[in-house]
């Protein structure tokens, strides 16, 4: 059944996306705090299918996980024809990274921009910022600065993420030792990344994010690797609950998961840093100046939260966890919730930066999410509730037929014995021995027969 389960996923995800909105991109132009309106969700069905599953004498088994994303309307609050507008990732990233350059080429790159026609905000459609827009700039770039962007076709933010793989994985049977089923023992062939700056850092710790080791209990962590996080992340627990009378363990991030090195010593090999609560993950997205955090900074530094209007940060709607079935290590209820934010500021030569005042800009935030329901939670029901409940009342119901029957045949023993005449020097002694001893012993077997039951 574990296999089955992790093999064909029989729970649906979706992936809900909201969008910031950006109220007053001429006032940042000159220097204004940003305003933005939070829209959404625009939700996506996650479809998963493993392939090229190969196991491995060394208790490994290797395969690629495919995902696909279809629009789902009906669970939406809009539509992809929806016009949002949110920062250029194009212009403004592009000018941070650029900012050391002789002011010379910044001044080259400012005329390209204006070429190209590409300012510091853009305002397409959800499904163009999702999956991609024609962009002049960007088959520039792709033709004579080829590898520069992570897409060789249409720009989107989930471009590359939509009918693609999350790399090769290697993970563990358990096979030989239960403790390690589904730990991760390598990814595209590395036991450890080079995006950091230390090892500790650059591991790949845990699972790959779908299933844990069984029998956990509250002192037991929930690590695993993201690819898409460019990194480990190990979530800690927080307290118990129950779905349909399903017993569970709730994990949560703890707030020192994207806690900057000067608050969190461990976490000094993610920097350079900025404010706690924001991971920077230009290291692996192109050098681009991207950091992901909690949704609406929850658990971030309060002094995020002053540089951007319109946020307003709960655990109930920002916190991300993961419900287990603590005996199996089986999710029962998922909701990962990450928000990806662009640095920008004023670069001189950039005319297109303005007068940008310097922070951290919330883009975008998503949650995927997915929970067991119908005929696999019933099968759960049975096989975790119903039937540890029936073996249980059993195993009290013979333990206690089993005193019982020792009682009675005790006193059945202790009845026969004092009714027995005694008859001298009928049998002889060494004969009268053997016979008692003979019931004696069949009388033992008796007692332990029926009370093993």
Known sequence: MSYTMWKDVPVPFYMSVYFFHVLNPKEI???????????????????IQKDNITFHPNNTVSYREYRRYYFEPSMSAGNESDVVTIPNMLVLGAAVMMENLPFAVRLMISATFKTFKEGPFLTKTVGELMWGYDSGLVDFLNKYLPGMLPSSGKFGLFAEFNNSNTGLFT????????????????????????????????????????????????????????????????????RPGKLKGIPLYRFVAPKTLFANGTDYAPNEGFCPCRQSGLLNVSSCRHNSPV?????????????????????????????????????????????????????????????ETGKISEVVMPMIWFEES???????????????????????????????????????????????????????????????????????QDLLIFILFTSSY
């Open 29 to 47: 132009l000159n220097g204004e705090k940003p305003m933005v309106e939070q829209k959404g969700p625009y939700v996506y069905r996650k479809r």
């Open 171 to 238: 993970i563990f049977t358990g096979q030989d030792d239960i403790r390690n089923v589904h730990k991760v023992d390598s990814w595209n062939g590395l036991t450890q990344l080079n995006y950091w700056r230390t090892p500790q850092c650059n591991m790949i710790n845990g699972t790959a994010g779908q299933m844990w080791p069984p029998f956990m209990t509250k002192e037991s962590t929930l690590p695993f690797y993201s690819p898409d996080a460019c990194r480990s992340m190990e979530l800690v627990y927080q």
């Open 291 to 351: 950091f992901i955090s909690h949704p609406h900074f929850f658990n971030a530094d309060p002094v995020l939260l002053d540089y951007v209007q319109g946020l307003n940060p709960t655990e109930d709607e920002h916190g991300l966890f993961i419900d287990i079935h603590p005996q199996t290590g089986v999710p029962l209820n998922v909701s990962i919730r990450l928000q990806l934010n662009l640095y920008m500021k004023r670069v001189s030569g950039i005319t």
């Open 370 to 440: 997915g929970y067991i329901d119908g005929p696999i939670l019933n099968t759960f029901h049975t096989n975790l509730v119903i039937l540890p409940a029936v073996m249980e009342f059993m195993q009290y119901g013979f333990i206690t037929l089993g005193l019982a029957t020792i009682i009675i045949a005790a006193l059945v023993y202790h009845r026969a014995k004092v009714k027995l005449p005694h008859v001298p020097h009928v049998l002889p002694q060494t004969d009268r021995e053997r016979s008692r001893r003979v019931c004696t």
